[in-house]
């Protein structure tokens, strides 16, 4: 059966300082993974997905994420946080299916 | 431009007394799924339409009823609220892409106050 780890559930940061959030996932096939980004009171926005072909994918805010494959992880990272990426980000697997697994989440909380 | 309009975006009610969320969208996709979130939990799924087929979660208190008029709507029925029921209600929608999966689009949410 699929699951979606998300170990940490709380990342705290300086400004502009890098960070990493971590995502592991088991499934027996081949699946396709989702970071979504929720600020407080809103729904999810999708951020940057892995359906197939390059390993390495990029959202427009500088958010990237890459899938490995023989370590089943999906980890987001960005070089230099913003005050304004403080929200919760849930990592999410799909395999052929319409329905999503999420993880438990991991709130980003930026300082300044 | 296309998106997920969930109506209202806070709602309050009394305890026991019905409620009805709804969604609409404009990205004319033929599966629209409601979730239940709880405040600094994941997003558990309630239940989804994959066009008229109604796939209802096997952990969905009956409590928790829905109904889709057409493509474009979907209504989510709260028959008796309990204080438990309070929490952050999510509309989605998706089809198949050409990679073979389904992208969901998430409305704003619907904030639920039971008092």
């Known amino acids: 059966a699929q699951s979606v780890t998300q170990l940490d559930s709380q990342v705290p940061v300086f400004e502009e300082a890098p960070v990493e959030l971590r995502c592991n996932y088991s499934s027996s096939v081949s699946v396709y993974l989702f970071w979504y980004v929720q600020y407080p009171n809103q729904g999810l926005q999708l951020l940057l997905k892995?359906?197939?072909?390059?390993?390495l994918v990029e959202s427009i805010n500088g958010f990237e994420a890459e899938f490995n494959k023989s370590q089943t992880s999906f980890h987001l990272r960005k070089p230099s946080v913003h005050i304004s990426d403080t929200a919760e980000y849930f990592c999410?697997?799909?395999?052929?299916?319409?329905?999503?697994?999420f993880g438990t989440g991991t709130r980003l909380q930026v300082f300044p | 431009d296309a998106m997920v309009i969930q109506n209202p975006r806070y709602q309050v009610t009394q305890f026991g007394k019905p409620v009805t969320l709804s969604c609409s969208q404009t990205?004319?996709?033929?599966?629209m799924y409601w979730y239940q979130q709880k405040s600094s939990q994941a997003p558990k799924l309630l239940f989804h339409?994959?066009?008229?087929?109604?796939?209802n979660e096997a952990d969905t208190p009956d409590n928790f009823q829905s109904r889709r008029p057409n493509t474009s709507f979907c209504f989510l029925d709260i028959r008796s609220p309990g204080l438990g029921d309070a929490a952050m209600y999510l509309c989605a929608t998706s089809r198949l892409g050409a990679s073979g999966t389904y992208e969901q689009y998430f409305g704003p949410g619907t904030r639920l106050t039971v008092t």
């Open positions: 999410a697997v799909s395999e052929t299916t319409d329905k999503l697994i």
């Open positions: 892995y359906l197939s072909g390059s390993t």
């Open positions: 990205l004319n996709h033929n599966v």
């Open positions: 339409y994959y066009d008229k087929d109604f796939n």
